[in-house]
């Protein structure tokens, strides 16, 4: 019997990624016995070549991206990541290079933040690269980070630096120069805040991926709070810096950031500084929610309202 | 501050497909208390426009064929289905119509298979409309049935009909005509044999999504053995068998049957039959498993080999 190229391609690339409840990536589905006395927490995401990564960006890259930004979803909820399924649409004439890259780059990041592959499915498509990965990780019960929950006089944290992703992007389009190739490397990979302690510290969290305004809204409207914060408080990266003030409102709406947002009780700021150092990971206080329309406020360093042509990133 | 169009039409169409533990899809992850003493089943499919449904086939259609196929592999394990994440990258131009048809697909479903939608993604996408779906079930531990299990002198099964879907893709694209409506039907809309009890009665299974032959030989390989069929005893539905000889190649080889195969060991035949009674299903015996190389050979009625130009079914 001929083994199709499907089944090889498999084999060859995605069996070594492949979990022992995976049973080889041979089945029709994958197995997994929950760790006892923690709640699952899920998440999924796609990307699609010309809208979330550029076809020609290294393969390995894309792989690592793909399992990165959900990874940034689960650090945002305190959860500890555990294992993956994914999708993998690619056009017939994509070498097999490619599939030998975006493995690569899966596997590397498997070994640093401890997942892997449950099971998915590969097909072809008439159209760009389209993949989806979904993400299972855990945590106590009853401990899941939400946006809803920030209150009254919370303080508003970010993690990183905001804005890298967004200015990134723009490298590779050619509109900005990167001298030190710091942008483009951020726009490429993201670094997903995982193992930063948010349980009984953070009382509501996201992550940075639709531009801080207006995830930041998020959080608002989920919470039913104000939330104002200082444009010149908010952490840049010495290369956004260097871009000049022109590109600042890039940064605050920008997407792709993958840093996480925070509200922090002031009773527990300490707390969050610590878990923060413990793990080796800045965080920067931006401003605070209070009583007020669901809205985000920004203010200059002299407390003007600082006004936004855009408020964040839509697929639509 | 203007919410756009993306969480809109999240808000729109699919939060009222969502679980309780999918916080409203308002969230970056979705939270999911594990059933007690039980372990979890896991699939993931992608499906594109143009490849795996056609692109005027009605919404409604691709989104419970999104749904079934998943839960067809589920079916074969012996899982019970729980809950889903699914992402979806369209084109900027899909009416809103599409999503709504595509919604009340799933939603239909969803009372029918018992699940319902834990998160995902929207994302657009310059090529034709892209799915994946992850299914969540799960079992008893260490009864999930795989493809691994079957012994020499197991029956081989399969449930209702096979060749439907692949006579139905050869009606949609005017090579055969479909009096009844039965094969077009059979096409767009799989049945997915959920709820047939496996557990005990059968020794290896799967579903049959690349074909009869090929999926057969997946578990001649997983199990090592040879399978030996007869090709008159592989059941047809009246509209198949109306097709005539000519086409029962593409009834043995062609994909997207969605029925079980099953390889049950003789003393449990009695069982699969009272099990299959039960649910409803329709199960027949068509050949059995033997010690030999993994290879699958299939018989006319009167014992000649039965030679055959295409294997199955593959994405490459």
Not at 139 to 145: E, K, L, N, S
Not at 258 to 269: F, I, Q, S, T
Not at 272 to 282: D, F, K, Q
Request: hydrophobic letters at 45%; a negative charge.
């Amino acid at each position: 019997m001929i083994i199709p190229a499907e089944f090889s391609l498999i084999a060859r690339h995605f069996r070594p990624l492949a979990a022992a409840g995976a049973l080889d990536l041979k089945d029709d589905a994958a197995l997994l016995t929950p760790p006892a006395e923690r709640e699952l927490v899920l998440t999924a995401d796609a990307m699609v070549a010309g809208v979330h990564f550029l076809p020609d960006d290294p393969p390995d890259l894309v792989g690592r991206k793909l399992l990165r930004v959900n990874l940034s979803d689960l650090a945002a909820k305190g959860a500890v990541p555990l294992a993956y399924l994914m999708t993998v649409s690619t056009p017939r004439d994509t070498p097999e290079a490619w599939f030998a890259g975006f493995a690569a780059g899966l596997a590397a990041d498997q070994a640093t933040y401890g997942v892997s592959l449950l099971g998915g499915d590969t097909t072809s498509t008439p159209g760009p690269v389209s993949l989806s990965l979904t993400l299972i990780g855990h945590v106590a019960p009853d401990t899941a980070i939400r946006r809803s929950g920030a209150r009254d006089d919370d303080g508003i944290f970010v993690t990183g630096t905001i804005g890298d992703g967004a200015l990134g992007l723009a490298v590779a389009r050619g509109r900005l120069s990167d001298p030190s190739g710091h942008l483009l490397d951020r726009y490429r990979l993201p670094q997903p805040r995982v193992g930063l302690t948010l349980a009984g510290i953070a009382s509501a969290g996201m992550d940075v991926s639709d531009g801080l305004v207006q995830d930041l809204g998020h959080i608002c409207q989920a919470s039913d709070l104000a939330a104002e914060i200082t444009a010149d408080l908010v952490p840049l990266s010495d290369a956004a810096r260097a871009a000049g003030p022109a590109w600042l409102e890039t940064c605050l709406t920008g997407g792709d950031d993958y840093e996480l947002l925070l509200a922090v009780p002031p009773n527990r700021e300490a707390a969050l500084y610590h878990a923060a150092s413990t793990a080796g990971i800045p965080v920067t206080r931006i401003g605070r929610f209070h009583s007020g329309p669901a809205e985000v406020i920004i203010r200059t360093a002299n407390g003007e309202p600082l006004a936004l042509n855009r408020g964040g990133w839509s697929h639509f």
